[in-house]
C-alpha cells in the first residue's frame, strides 16, 4: 500500500486535495498510523477457500446490497460455530449448505452456529445476505451541489481490517481464497474486480452485470470492487491484458502517466525470476481515494491524483513511477507472498519500496536512485519517534504498523542485504523465496531461511540487528596521516544511545583512500564488540580524499572530521553521488567562505547528476551573502530542468532585502517556461515578504493554470506573507465550492494569519464537519497551528463523532493538548505531534516566533514535497476515510 500524499498531482475543481499541503503544517514527515489493527495472527477454525461476492448498489441511500456465499473447511474437530468480521451490516439471512441458519451478531462478529460439531476437513457452504450504509471500506463518490458534475464512482479499500465493513468475511491476511465477483450496476457504468473478466450480461432496468473470477488465492484485505463512470485504455505484457481507468473526462492523462507500466512489469518479472503471477493487472485512478493507492491482487487501486495534467506531467522527472512501481511490486511481495501479521508489514511495504529503486535505477539511472535513496535516509533519520523502534514488531497499538520503518527503512534494508550478497546471490534468493512460498503467508523468518538456502550465506545477525534491533548506527569518524610510516589510522566510533533495541551495529563496508597517486579500495569491518575502532592503512602519500563507506550503501549518519580542503576535493571528484552529497552538506555549514561558494556554483552549473545541482542550490540559499544570491541568478540563465530551477529559485528565498532578487523573481513567477519555477517563485515572494507581493499573489489566484498550479502556490504563500489584507480573499477560497486543492491552501495559509481572529477559527471549525477528510485534516492542524483555545470544543465534538477512525484521534488530541497547553509547552507538544525531535533543527527554539517557526517548516517540507513526490515512503501517511 502507498499511502502518501502526492504534490505533483492532477487537480480538478472536484478532485481532492492533497493531504500533504495540510497536514505539514503540523505533521511534517510522520506517518499517521493505525492502532486498531490486529498484531497476531489468529488462530483460525476454518480455512475460507472461496467466495462468490455479488453486489449492487444503491446510490440515492449510499447503501451496498450483498449476496456472499463462503464455502469453509474446517480445522479443528469439535467446532461448533462459524465466525465472520462484520461491522455495520445488517444481516437479513444466512442458510447452511442451502438450509435455513440460525445467526447472531455481536461485537462487530456474524456468529452462525452449526447443526453439530464439525469435524476437521468437513465443508460448509453458508451464504448471507445483507445490507449496510458502511462508514468506511466501501466509498460512494457522487455528484453534489458543489460537484454536480462530478463522475460517479463506487469503489472499496479493504487493508487493513476494512473489507468487514462492506462484506462478511474472514478479515485477517492469514488465509487465502479464490473469488468470484457479480457486479450489477448501471449499463453505462465500467467496473472492475479480481481476476479475469468473465462475462457481461444484460439485467434488468438498464442495468449489466459483471462477473470477474480469481482463480490465485489471496487474503481477503486485497478484495477489490471499482464501479463507475470511467474512460478505459488498454494495453497487454507478454500477451496478458494490462488496462488503466480514469474517471470520465481524464482519460487523456492514463497514456502520460502509465503507459510505462508493461516495461516495469518485464523489468520485474525478469529481475525476479518469477513472472507475474496474475490473470490481469488493472490500474484503477479514483477519486477521493483514501491513500496512495492499494496492491488489491490483479487490480491496483490509486489516487486519481495520480493523472497529472499533461502539462505539468514533464515538469516531474519521475512522473508517477514510484507510486505505479511500488503498488507493481506489491503483485509479488504482499500479494503472491503475503505476511502473515501485521508485526512483519515490512515484508509487503519494504519490498514494495525496494522495488521501487530497482525501476529508479533501472528507467532514469544510477544517480537518480542513488539520490532518491540518500534523500530517504536523512528523512528517516528526521524522524526521531522511528529510530527506538525495531522494523518487526507487534507493539504498535499507540503508533501503527504502517510507519516510516515498514517503508522507508524496510527499503533500505533491502538494499543493503543486495550489497553485502552481491546481485546475482540476492536475486536467486528472492527467486527461492517467491517460490518457496508462492500462495502463502510469510513471516520474516520465511525471508531469512529462503535466502539462507539459496545462498549458502547465514543472515541471522544481519536480521538481528536490522529488522529486530532498532535504529541505525551514528559514527564519529576522523583521521590521521603518518608520513613517516605512509600510513592512515580511521578512527570509527559508534555514538547512537545503547538502550531498549538499539545496540553497537556489525558493518562490513568499504574504505577508499586516494592519494595523488589514484584510489586505493579496501574493506573493514566495523565490529559490534566495541563501540570504537582503528583501522590502519598504507598508502604511498598523503590522502588527498579518505571515504567511509564509498558510494553510501549503509544507512547511518556520520560525523567525518575533515578540513575544508577535503570536502572541496571530495565534492568535485568523489564518483558516486552519495560522497558528492555529504561534502555539500558538510560545505553548507561553512558560511563566509569565497572558496565554498565558488565550488558549490561550480557543482551547480556542471555536475552531471542534477540532484548534486539542486542540493548546491539549496547550499547557496543557506550560506546567503551577496556572492551566493548571484551564482544562484546566474545559474538560471542556464539550467532548463524544471526540477533544478524550482530549486535554484527556492533556493532564492533565503535573501532578504535585495531587489534584484525580488524583480528576478516577480518576473519568473510571471513568465517562465517551468510551472514549477512559477510556482517556487511566487512562494519565494511570500516567504521574503516582497514589496507588493500580495497584489502579485492576487493576479495569479486570479489567473488560469493546469489544475490551478499557479493558484494554489499562491494561496500557500500568503501565510507565510504575513499580510492580513489576503484573509477576505482567503476565506473565499477556503469556502465549500471552491476547488478542494484551492480549499486546503488557504486554510493552510489562514492558520497563520490574525491569530486572534475568533470569526477565522470559527470559520475554519465549521469545516471540521465535511466529507471531505482532506479539508477535514487541514482544519484540524489549521486549529492547532493558529493556538486559539477557542477551537477547543469543536475538536473535541469532532473526537467524539461515530466515524472516526481510532488512527484520526490521537492527532486531534494532540492538537487540544496544544492549544491547552501554556505557552512555552506548545512548541514541545507541537513536537510531539509531527514527530519532530524537539531540540532539532526543523524545530523552532522557545524564543522564535511561532509564526516564523511554521513558515520555516513549510519552507522545508514544500521543498520536500517538489522533488520527492511519494517517493518517500515516510511520508507515508494512513489516511482514516471521511463519513459518507
Known amino acids: 500500500m502507498n499511502i502518501a500524499p502526492f504534490p505533483n498531482l492532477a487537480r480538478s475543481r472536484c478532485r481532492p486535495a492533497t493531504f500533504a499541503a495540510a497536514a505539514l503544517l503540523a505533521i511534517p514527515f510522520v506517518a499517521l498510523q493505525l492502532g486498531a489493527d490486529e498484531p497476531y495472527a489468529r488462530s483460525r477454525d476454518y480455512d475460507l477457500q472461496h467466495s462468490r461476492i455479488a453486489l449492487r448498489f444503491d446510490l440515492d441511500q449510499k447503501k451496498v446490497m450483498g449476496d456472499v456465499t463462503h464455502t469453509v473447511t474446517i480445522l479443528h474437530d469439535s467446532t461448533s460455530k462459524i465466525v465472520f468480521d462484520s461491522a455495520g451490516l445488517t444481516i437479513h439471512s444466512a442458510t447452511l449448505n442451502k438450509s435455513a441458519a440460525k445467526f447472531e451478531t455481536k461485537d462487530d462478529k456474524l456468529i452462525i452456529p452449526l447443526t453439530s460439531a464439525a469435524h476437521v476437513g468437513e465443508k460448509f457452504d453458508i451464504t448471507i445476505r445483507y445490507e449496510a450504509k458502511p462508514t468506511k471500506g466501501l466509498y460512494f463518490i457522487l455528484p453534489d451541489k458543489d460537484c454536480p458534475d462530478r463522475p460517479k464512482q463506487v469503489w472499496t479499500q479493504g487493508e487493513a481490517e476494512d473489507t468487514r465493513y462492506y462484506l462478511p468475511t474472514y478479515d485477517y491476511p492469514n488465509d487465502r481464497l479464490t473469488t ?104 484503477s485512478m479514483v477519486d477521493d481515494f483514501v491513500a496512495g493507492g492499494m496492491e488489491n491482487s490483479s487490480a491496483t487501486t490509486n489516487t486519481s491524483n495520480s493523472l497529472q495534467h499533461p502539462k505539468l506531467a514533464p515538469e516531474f522527472l519521475t512522473g508517477e513511477d514510484g507510486l505505479i512501481s511500488h503498488e507493481l511490486g506489491h503483485q509479488w511481495f504482499g500479494d503472491l507472498v503475503t505476511c502473515k501479521d501485521w508485526g512483519d508489514i515490512w515484508l509487503n511495504e519494504g519490498f514494495a519500496t525496494f522495488m521501487e529503486s530497482v525501476w529508479t535505477e533501472s528507467h532514469f539511472g544510477k544517480d537518480e536512485a542513488d539520490y532518491e535513496r540518500w534523500q530517504s535516509a536523512h528523512h528517516w533519520f528526521e524522524e526521531a519517534n522511528l529510530y527506538s523502534k525495531p522494523i518487526v514488531r507487534h507493539d504498535f497499538n499507540d503508533s501503527g504498523e504502517f510507519d516510516g520503518n515498514a517503508y522507508t527503512k524496510s527499503g533500505w534494508v533491502l538494499y543493503m542485504l543486495r550489497h553485502q550478497l552481491g546481485e546475482d546471490a540476492f536475486y536467486h534468493g528472492l527467486k527461492h523465496y517467491l517460490e518457496v512460498n508462492r500462495g ?63 545496540g553497537l551495529f556489525h558493518i562490513p563496508t568499504e574504505v577508499e583512500i586516494t592519494t595523488a597517486s589514484g584510489p586505493k579500495l579496501s574493506p573493514i569491518t566495523v565490529s559490534q564488540d566495541k563501540d570504537t575502532a582503528i583501522f590502519t592503512f598504507s598508502v604511498d602519500s598523503a590522502p588527498l580524499m579518505v571515504l567511509f563507506d564509498k558510494g553510501g550503501h549503509v544507512l547511518k549518519s556520520t560525523e567525518f572530521h575533515k578540513e575544508k580542503k577535503e570536502w572541496l576535493y571530495q565534492l568535485k571528484n568523489a564518483p558516486d553521488l552519495a560522497d558528492r552529497a555529504d ?79 525580488v524583480a528576478r523573481l516577480n518576473s519568473i513567477a510571471g513568465d517562465d517556461s517551468s ?43 500568503m501565510g507565510p506573507l504575513g499580510d492580513d489584507k489576503a484573509v477576505p480573499l482567503l476565506l473565499q477560497w477556503s469556502a465549500p465550492g471552491k476547488p478542494i486543492d484551492s480549499r486546503n491552501a488557504a486554510i493552510f495559509s489562514l492558520a497563520r494569519l490574525q491569530k486572534d481572529n475568533k470569526d477565522i477559527t470559527n470559520q475554519i471549525a465549521s469545516y471540521l464537519s465535511e466529507a471531505h477528510f482532506p479539508i477535514r485534516m ?87 514535497m517538489q522533488e520527492m513526490a511519494e517517493r518517500l515512503k515516510t511520508i507515508e501517511t494512513r489516511l482514516p476515510p471521511p463519513k459518507p
Do not use: C
Not at 450480461?201 to 478484495?223: C, D, I, N, Q, R
Not at 510505462?260 to 513472472?275: A, C, D, H, Y
Not at 502463502?440 to 540487528?465: G, I, P, W
Open 675 to 717: 510551472y514549477r519555477a512559477r510556482a517556487a517563485a511566487l512562494q519565494a515572494l511570500g516567504r521574503l515578504k516582497a514589496t507588493n507581493a500580495l497584489a502579485t499573489l492576487d493576479a495569479a489566484v486570479a489567473a488560469d493554470s493546469p489544475d490551478s498550479f499557479l493558484r494554489n502556490a499562491a494561496l500557500r504563500s
Open 180 to 283: 468470484e465477483t457479480v457486479l450489477t450496476v448501471p449499463a453505462s457504468w465500467i467496473t472492475v474486480a479480481n481476476g479475469k473478466l468473465i462475462n457481461v450480461s444484460e439485467a434488468a432496468h438498464g442495468m449489466k452485470t459483471w462477473t470477474w473470477k480469481e482463480s490465485v488465492p489471496s487474503s481477503t484485505y486485497l478484495f477489490t470492487v471499482v464501479a463507475g463512470e470511467f474512460e478505459e485504455i488498454k494495453d497487454s505484457w507478454r500477451g496478458i491484458p494490462v488496462t488503466y481507468y480514469a474517471p470520465k473526462g481524464r482519460g487523456d492523462r492514463l497514456s502520460i502517466n502509465y503507459s510505462r507500466t508493461p516495461q516495469m512489469i518485464e523489468l520485474f518479472s525478469t529481475k525476479l525470476g518469477v513472472n507475474y503471477p496474475w490473470e490481469k493487472y488493472a490500474q
Open 583 to 661: 561534502a555539500i552538506t558538510a560545505l553548507a555549514k561553512l558560511k563566509g567562505d569565497d572558496e565554498v561558494v565558488a565550488a558549490l556554483s561550480n557543482a551547480l552549473l556542471n555536475d552531471k547528476a542534477w540532484g548534486i545541482r539542486a542540493n548546491a542550490a539549496d547550499a547557496l540559499g543557506q550560506l546567503g551573502g551577496s556572492t551566493a544570491s548571484q551564482q544562484l541568478l546566474d545559474a538560471l540563465n542556464t539550467a532548463k530542468e524544471p526540477w533544478v530551477r524550482n530549486r535554484i529559485v527556492s533556493a532564492l528565498a533565503n535573501f532578504k532585502d535585495a531587489p534584484a532578487i
Open 778 to 864: 487541514a482544519s484540524i492542524f489549521a486549529l492547532g497551528a493558529r493556538g486559539d483555545a477557542s477551537a477547543i470544543p469543536a475538536l473535541e465534538a469532532l473526537l467524539k463523532s461515530d466515524d472516526l477512525s481510532i488512527e484520526m484521534a490521537p492527532m486531534i488530541k494532540r492538537q487540544i493538548a496544544s492549544l491547552k497547553a501554556p505557552s512555552g509547552e506548545k512548541r514541545h507538544s507541537r513536537g510531539e505531534a509531527s514527530g519532530e525531535d524537539p531540540d532539532s533543527e526543523a524545530s523552532p527554539s522557545p524564543a522564535t516566533n511561532e509564526q516564523d517557526a511554521v513558515a520555516k517548516r513549510l519552507d522545508r517540507l514544500e521543498h520536500l
Open 440 to 502: 502463502k503467508n510469510v513471516v520474516t523468518a520465511d525471508l531469512a531461511k529462503a535466502m539462507e538456502e539459496a545462498t549458502h550465506t547465514n543472515v541471522d545477525q544481519f536480521f538481528s540487528q536490522w529488522l529486530y534491533g532498532a535504529g541505525a548506527p551514528k559514527f564519529d569518524l576522523s583521521y590521521k596521516y603518518d608520513d613517516a610510516k605512509h600510513e592512515v589510522e580511521l578512527m570509527v566510533k559508534q555514538t547512537q544511545r545503547l538502550e531498549g533495541r538499539v
